[in-house]
C-alpha cells in the first residue's frame, strides 16, 4: 500500500511558478517510478511527467517539456514537479502517482496508486 499527499497547488499568473510536492508513505519510496498527472475541467486526464525509481530517467509531455522538471528525494520520501512559465492551460488538478511496474509510463492504467490532487489555477 501507498499513500501519497499532493501540495502545493495554488493561484498564480500566466509566467509564473509553482512547485508541486508528493509526499509518500508505505512501501520503500526508491521502488517505484513516479507520475504526475493532470485534469482540466471537462477533460481527460492526461500525463505531465514522470520519473524512474532512481531518478536516472525522466519523460516529459511535449505540452510542459523545458517549462516543468520532475524530481524526487528518495531520503525524504518526496516526488516534485517544478512549473515555470505557467499558462492558463496548464490550468488544472495536479496528481501523483505511483508505478511498480520499473520503468515509468505515460499512460494512467499503469500506475498504482493516486493522491488526492492539488489544484493549479493559473490566471491571464
Known amino acids: 500500500q501507498v499513500h501519497l499527499v499532493e501540495s502545493g497547488g495554488g493561484l498564480v499568473q500566466a509566467g509564473g511558478s509553482l512547485r508541486l510536492s508528493c509526499a509518500a508513505s508505505?512501501?520503500?519510496?526508491?521502488?517505484?517510478?513516479i507520475g504526475w498527472f493532470r485534469q482540466a475541467p471537462g477533460k481527460e486526464r492526461e500525463f505531465v511527467a514522470a520519473?524512474?525509481?532512481?531518478?536516472?530517467?525522466?519523460y516529459y509531455a511535449d505540452s510542459v517539456k523545458g517549462r516543468f522538471t520532475i524530481s524526487r528525494d528518495n531520503a525524504k520520501n518526496t516526488g516534485y514537479l517544478q512549473m515555470n512559465s505557467l499558462k492558463p492551460e496548464d490550468t488544472a488538478v495536479y496528481y501523483c502517482?505511483?508505478?511498480?511496474?520499473?520503468?515509468?509510463?505515460?499512460?494512467?492504467?499503469?500506475?498504482?496508486?493516486w493522491g488526492q490532487g492539488t489544484q493549479v489555477t493559473v490566471s491571464s
Open positions: 520519473i524512474s525509481w532512481s531518478g536516472g530517467s525522466t
Open positions: 502517482a505511483a508505478d511498480f511496474r520499473g520503468g515509468i509510463g505515460v499512460r494512467a492504467g499503469t500506475y498504482d496508486y
Open positions: 508505505g512501501r520503500t519510496f526508491s521502488s517505484y517510478a
